[in-house]
């Protein structure tokens, strides 16, 4: 025989869990917003219970979004703010040593003229030749003679304050059959930052450096002192060669480009 107990037939008091068969509490016998927070045991919440899009900005704690959660390459101009300083220049990757060519054509005279197109007595001159631009100097027999020639050059604003700055010279060594045998035909540099009128000492750390081949270029740099320096900064540079002649042979320096080496940030 089955025996049916009713609701008015259940004594008057709570029903405890042991009375409760496991699983037999379905979803329709939970009243809506009965499970709070307190009822939801530590770390239970996984993404899978989290509907797509239900996370909104609402529900997410101040500055809890960090680099370790953007996807790479996911942060396109659009996503850049268009106004202040979003990205300046000292958060970008540093370059080092990013060439910046001087036009020979722009050297002036030691005097202030501009460069003659012949031998001078105390000048470098223009030669133009298969549509290149060079600078020579003079052509020793049995001495050494020196010709100089000065130029400008203005650090640019994405140069990084008091970091490495280089004068590179490429120059060949035109030896007259075997002159020149004690190799002592040189390349010198002076580099003076010019400011309100006025320069300071030589700051071009480096000395004279020697040709060791003849008829071909090589590379010379030289090491500019940094310590002050700032981006728009004006040097003044002078370059000298100087030429040696052991015989009747005349020789003779070419030079061939001059360029400043500095690192950059931009």
């Not at 699983?23 to 307190?38: C, M, P, R, W, Y």
């Not at 020579?136 to 010709?147: F, L, V, Y």
């Amino acid at each position: 025989m089955v025996m049916r107990i009713r609701g008015r037939s259940i004594i008057d008091q709570p029903i405890a869990t042991a009375e409760i068969a496991a699983l037999s509490v379905s979803t329709a016998k939970i009243a809506a917003d009965a499970v709070t927070g307190a009822k939801i045991a530590d770390d239970q919440i996984d993404s899978e219970h989290i509907a797509a899009g239900a996370v909104d900005l609402e529900h997410m704690s101040a500055n809890s979004i960090d680099s370790d959660q953007y996807v790479d390459g996911s942060i396109d101009n659009a996503h850049l703010a268009t106004t202040g300083d979003v990205v300046n220049r000292s958060m970008m990757v540093q370059d080092d040593l990013k060439v910046y060519q001087i036009p020979l054509a722009d050297f002036l005279a030691v005097d202030g003229a501009g460069l003659g197109a012949s031998e001078d007595s105390a000048d470098l001159f223009v030669v133009i030749a298969s549509n290149v631009i060079s600078l020579k100097g003079r052509t020793p027999q049995t001495t050494t003679e020196a010709a100089s020639a000065y130029t400008q050059f203005s650090l640019p604003a994405e140069y990084v304050d008091g970091q490495t700055v280089t004068l590179r010279v490429k120059a060949q060594f035109i030896n007259g059959s075997g002159a020149d045998v004690s190799r002592t035909s040189s390349i010198d540099a002076n580099v003076y930052e010019q400011a309100a009128g006025a320069v300071g000492s030589d700051i071009c750390a480096t000395a004279a450096q020697v040709f060791t081949a003849d008829d071909t270029y090589e590379t010379f740099s030289f090491t500019v002192t940094p310590t002050t320096l700032a981006a728009g900064d004006l040097l003044n540079i002078l370059v000298t060669a100087s030429a040696v002649a052991d015989d009747a042979n005349p020789t003779q320096i070419q030079i061939g480009e001059v360029a400043v080496l500095c690192d950059v940030k931009g």
